[in-house]
DNA sequence: TGAGCTCGTGAACAATATGACCGCAACCGT
DNA sequence: ACGGTTGCGGTCATATTGTTCACGAGCTCA
């Protein structure tokens, strides 16, 4: 085990809202091998705390930085302390969750994304598996081998633990979700079986579990005769 | 499967030595789903090309970029682009292999880290999880989930060179690898124990294997009663 | 040669899609 | 209004496959 010596990782919260920032601190206290070095309420702070901290010859490690502040969009001050050079990591906090946002982020050097709200257990698989990246790169010689580079990135990738209902499988709910999104107009579960190649049963059993976790929505279609067809459409902001 | 549209990706090459430039432009070229955009020698050129490009509404998508340059450092060119907010993503190319490069890399942006001399192969992987990302991310409506963002990263990021687990030889991933990339079509593993000789276990752990390290493509096969069989085939282009 | 390790196999158990069946809830004809 | 028709909703047993486990054959090393 190379265990022992890791330098505890300094972590600045940057956040608007007191609220959430008092709770991601709690969070970084109950996590091991993190330290808490300040919370930021603006862009400008953060940047100054950042770049003070630096000069200061105790560098903040890691921002947990929300994207929506008061004064500036989180991308610009990532971007900002890039042009800076500061050596600090940067995991996004953010509800705002269009794919430009995380393309940017990660353009932006961003290590990990997460989506606002979250729970303990999501924070804490995140800033672990920063953790792990971390320790990989520090237990290498000063010269690495592109196996141990390979080896550092994928320690920041994301488990990605989200437990299903005991008869669900994700590789069949993800198809189901992305028919649904692509499709604007709302879809019913003979509509589905065609083509994703599902049972009438498989269909409904997996549109009426998104319907239970409130992620589409489910309304009678009326006008035809027989029994009324449920039809299943993804909430958009969801 | 949902192939086809997916558009090209536009590749610029930042190199000084006219040997090497022309080598991964070779490389690229050979790459299903890239399209070389261009070849810059000095860091001065790489961001007069990428500023130039985004401006004339043909954007470059991504930019291998070395990191040692005449007129600056790699890393300097990248976090310039970052600063003009250029949407550009930048694997770094690089013979320096020291860890604070590395580090460096990951804040700046970079996607992906290939040290120099590679082959072919190692090129290929690193380009083509680049390219996974993208399918992943464009595959999405303009709202994403948590597990949407995760399955990016891990795509992104996913390991390449996964040692060989326990219990698995190479004397018998040969033969099945070879019986896939023979066989155009996807194959189970029940009908991959009968050709090889090999237990319906076995089969599958090798399958299983492959599939993990991003070499096949694991997808359910619907239609018949009983839990559906999973269809594994060798993903072209790699 | 024997202890220990490696890798494949068969069997038992868990998971998950399907087909069939029955009942329901809205249209439709009188 | 009212019973008949229609076609989907919901449940269950069934069919297969995925997964795990312990065991055994073959190889390595001392």
């Known amino acids: 085990m190379t265990e022992a010596a890791l330098p505890v990782i300094r972590v600045l919260i ?22 808490l070095a300040g919370t930021a309420g603006t862009g400008q702070e953060a940047f100054r705390r950042v770049a003070a901290a630096a000069s200061a010859g105790t560098p903040i490690d890691l921002v947990l930085m929300d994207m929506n502040l008061p004064d500036s969009h ?11 050079g500061l050596a600090t990591d940067i995991i996004a906090i953010t509800a705002v969750r269009d794919v ?6 990660i353009a932006a050097g961003v ?13 804490a698989t995140k800033l672990s598996s920063y953790r792990d990246f971390r320790a ?11 196996s141990a580079v390979d080896h550092a990135f ?3 990738r994301a488990p990605t633990d ?5 008869g669900l499988a994700e590789s069949t709910l993800n198809p189901v979700v992305r028919y649904l999104q692509a499709q604007g107009a709302p879809v019913s579960a003979s509509e589905l079986m065609e083509p994703l190649g599902l049972s009438r049963v498989t269909a409904r059993r997996y549109l009426e579990y998104l319907a239970d976790t409130g992620l589409v929505l489910r309304a009678p279609r009326y006008g035809a005769p027989g029994r009324p067809e449920n039809e299943y459409s993804w909430k958009s902001g969801r």
């Open 154 to 156: 994928a320690s920041l």
């Open 111 to 123: 290590v990990q994304y997460l989506i606002k709200p979250f729970t303990y257990s999501t924070f």
């Open 136 to 146: 990989e790169l520090n237990g290498q010689a000063s010269n690495v081998t592109q």
């Open 100 to 105: 430009d946002n995380v393309r940017g982020a």
């Open 162 to 166: 989200i437990p299903m209902p005991k």
């Open 74 to 84: 989180g991308l610009d001050v990532s971007r900002r302390i890039r042009s800076a």
């Open 14 to 35: 940057v956040e608007d809202e007191p609220l959430a920032a008092e709770a991601h601190a709690a969070y970084v206290g109950r996590l091991a091998g993190f330290e």
